[in-house]
């Protein structure tokens, strides 16, 4: 099998391919309710053939393609979870769930791995080592690759390394952006709850405004990145949701503020829950308000391997039917992908989904956020090549393994 014919094969997919996108796209389910998307990613895989254990990490699927001997294993990794957020587009295969929507591509992501898994195990089996498809739940702030790693997705046989892709609006379809190491930030949850005393609005200073010393936290905060990081340290702190109070007239007893903490770095992640305490406590002590902050334990750095990095660009580069490749700057999104990073040597890459169509360029989460379907199959020709290349690389011409 020559690589150039894997495109060809991967473009006769593509009716497939958009059916299965489009079904997806009408029946959005969110982190660990994907039951019948994974029912239908399990009923294809078995119909491969392939060795198939459901329910990894709650609703997760696992299909394992053997190779003839033992030898190395890498998996490629599809999220299937969709939105909370209504779709706005109208199109034969808008959401028809009410409030729930895939604005983040994830249908295509699972699509292109089904897809990957049809055209691999048309091949036959590799002559030595593994190809594990891995499709998992809640990628969307629960954290379904940490449930999925608990389960054993990285043994049996054990998973050396591991591909995945994000559909990418921002780029041309078909080509590939890659970060070589820092992928994506770090992104943990804040909650600060800030305690004052309530009374009537026209005499503030008998009681303590938790309002107006939350109006200080919030611009407070902003000076960690400005005042007490390194400037050539990315970090970001927003606050997204803020509520306390009762009226126009009364003093709020209380707010609540909800936000993010984003890093591009390991140990700065560390550093900020002090760094936050020391801002919110400071600020709330000098008006005479209690505090407290609750820093959730959310999804660390996405870190490219460099090996895998060479491994992916060099494959892009010797395809014909590619698109190329370039070198990306970090994004400050998140992406649960970094538990597998953490575990053993991945790379991340986005693949192109826009094209000139106005449709196309909505950024994920945009409640008209939609891809153009011909990306598909680059997705479903890269990820393959990078499981075969990664499989010729570590094994010899007589199926044995290089280390
Ligand atoms: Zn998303
Ligand atoms: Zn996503």
Known sequence: ??????????????????????????????????????????????????????????????????????GPTIALRADMDALPIQDQKSAEYSSQVEGKAHLCGHDAHTTILMGAAELLTGLG??????????????????????????????????????????????????????????????????????????????????????????????????????????????????IGKITGGYMGTAIAPEVEMIGTVRTLSPALRERMPALIEQVVSGVCASFGAGHEVIYGDGYPVVVNDLGMVDLLTETVDGLDWAKGWSSISPSTGGEDFAFYCEQIPGVFFRLGSGNEEERTRYPLHHPMFDLDETAMPYGVGILSSVALEFLARNTTSEGERTK
């Open 125 to 238: 089996r590799p002559k030595s080592g593994n190809i594990k498809f891995v499709f998992q739940p809640a990628e969307e702030g629960l954290a379904g690759a940490r449930a999925m790693i608990q389960d054993g997705v990285l043994e049996n046989p054990k998973v050396e390394a591991i591909a995945g892709l994000h559909m990418t609006p921002g780029q041309d379809t078909g080509t590939v952006g890659v970060s070589k190491g820092v992928a994506f930030a770090s992104a943990d949850r804040l909650v600060i709850r800030v305690f004052g005393k309530g009374g009537h609005a026209a005499r503030p200073h008998e009681g303590i405004d938790a309002i107006a010393v939350s109006a200080q936290v919030i611009t407070a905060l902003q000076n960690i990145a400005s005042r007490l990081v390194d400037p050539l340290e990315p970090v970001v702190v927003t």
């Open 1 to 70: 099998m020559k690589r150039a014919q894997l495109f060809q094969l991967a473009q006769q997919l593509q009716p497939k391919l958009t059916n299965w996108r489009r079904d997806f796209h009408r029946n959005p389910e969110i982190g660990y309710e994907e039951v019948r998307t994974s029912g239908i990613v399990a009923e294809h895989l078995e119909s491969l053939g392939l060795e198939v254990i459901r329910n990894v990490g709650k609703t997760g699927v696992v299909g394992l393609l053997r190779g003839e001997t033992d």
